[in-house]
Structure formats: structure tokens, C-alpha cells
Antibody, heavy 124, light 106 residues
């Protein structure tokens, strides 16, 4: 079945970087784009950005421009999200989620498959 | 800046109908999506493109749109439907989530 499996929890100091992975299985990797969504403790969902697994095109949330980089490795069907210059308010659960595409075109923006989430804690 | 506005909470008794609204100026031009999130779990897509239901989602979940407001309706609410619900809209420039609504089944 279609599945996204994320890397394990991370604890980082302020100013450091974190890189979270999201390995896809059960489908053709390029038939989904990957969105990254985070959720701070007790808070709502925040969209971070999106990458097309078809051609590597990205679209980042304006708030995170310059601090976030999303990449894919089609040879391993894995997407990555790197966040730099971490602050305490980056403490959150980070999710990857799939957006369906056909030949590089988004069918709709609903995220119908999600990873299990990766907890990132930023603390000195 | 553009926002999606949801009520913080909605309460219903089992078997009743729950309606959760989401308002935003771009909604007449963009489709809305709805997610259910239970504690400690990843969100689950329950409605896409305003009113379409993914496979595996019970028929009691439905969506509708009127002007700047979209509505998630849960008919015959069950105890297992108690969760946080988020609306989402998107276009090629980005994605936005509403603040979320906590549905309590009394």
C-alpha cells in the first residue's frame, strides 16, 4: 500500500540544522509531490512547502524562505526537508504528505497520504 | 494577509449532525480540503475538492461550498468522530490551513 515512512526524532541546539527524510513505497515515486507540514505542540497545522518528485520544482512558504530546502532522491524514493538556523519555535512534529500528480501536473491539492511524523525539539 | 477562519470548537451529541465551517476570501476561487486529526496521529484527508470523499471515508462525511464559506458536515456523529478538523485551501502559489476545530461528541 502507499506509505511514507519518516526518520526518527531529533534534538537540536538553537542555530543548528536538521534534515528529515521521508521514504515512499507502494507507488511510483514521481506520481506524487511531497508537501511538508509542521505542527507545534498544541497548535494547528502549518504548511512549509512542496516539492515535485517529478521534476524537483519547489514552492516554499514565504515565512521559511532562506531557511528551508526540500529535495528528492528518485533512486531511493526519498524526500528530504532541511531546516537551518533552528530556533526554539521550530520545535514541532514535522510531517511529509503526498499530493497526487500525473505527468508532473497536480491533480488536486489534497494530501491523501501522510508520514507518521518526526518530532524535532530545539533546546539549549 | 489571507486567512481561513474556523470556529475553535463544536459540540454535538451522538447521532446528531455536526457542521464545521471554514471562511476565507479565496474560497470562491480555490477548492477546499478537510482533514481529521486524532491525538498523536497524522491528519487524514476526509474531503477533497470541496465535496469529494476519498475511498475508505464513511459516507456520513460530506462537504459543501457557498461563496466564501465551506462546510464539513458529519451526519449521525459517532464517538469515534471526536477529533480536530482542519480546512485547507491551495493554489499554485501555496497552501493554507485553517486554525482547526475541535469536535467534541458529548
Amino acid at each position: 500500500q502507499v506509505q511514507l515512512v519518516q526518520s526518527g526524532a531529533e534534538v537540536k541546539k538553537p542555530g543548528a540544522s536538521v534534515k528529515v527524510s521521508c521514504k515512499a513505497s507502494g507507488y511510483t515515486f514521481t506520481s506524487y509531490g511531497i508537501s511538508w507540514v509542521r505542527q507545534a505542540p498544541g497548535q494547528g497545522l502549518e504548511w512549509m512547502g512542496w516539492i515535485s518528485a517529478y521534476n524537483g520544482n519547489t514552492n516554499y512558504a514565504q515565512k521559511l524562505q532562506g531557511r528551508v530546502t526540500m529535495t528528492t532522491d528518485t533512486s531511493t524514493s526519498t524526500a528530504y526537508m532541511e531546516l537551518r538556523s533552528l530556533r526554539s519555535d521550530d520545535t514541532a512534529v514535522y510531517y511529509c504528505a503526498g499530493v497526487r500528480m500525473v505527468r508532473g501536473v497536480i491533480i488536486h491539492y489534497g494530501m491523501d497520504v501522510w508520514g507518521q511524523g518526526t518530532t524535532v525539539t530545539v533546546s539549549s | 494577509s489571507y486567512e481561513l477562519t474556523q470556529p475553535p470548537s463544536v459540540s454535538v451529541s451522538p447521532g446528531q449532525t455536526a457542521r464545521i465551517t471554514c471562511s476565507g476570501d479565496a474560497l470562491p476561487k480555490q477548492y477546499a480540503y478537510w482533514y481529521q486529526q486524532k491525538p498523536g496521529q497524522a491528519p487524514v484527508l476526509v474531503i477533497y475538492k470541496d465535496s469529494e470523499r476519498p475511498s475508505g471515508i464513511p459516507e456520513r462525511f460530506s462537504g459543501s461550498s457557498s461563496g466564501t464559506t465551506v462546510t464539513l458536515t458529519i451526519s449521525g456523529v459517532q464517538a469515534e468522530d471526536e477529533a480536530d478538523y482542519y480546512c485547507q485551501s491551495a493554489d499554485s502559489s501555496g497552501t493554507l490551513f485553517g486554525g482547526g476545530t475541535k469536535l467534541t461528541v458529548l
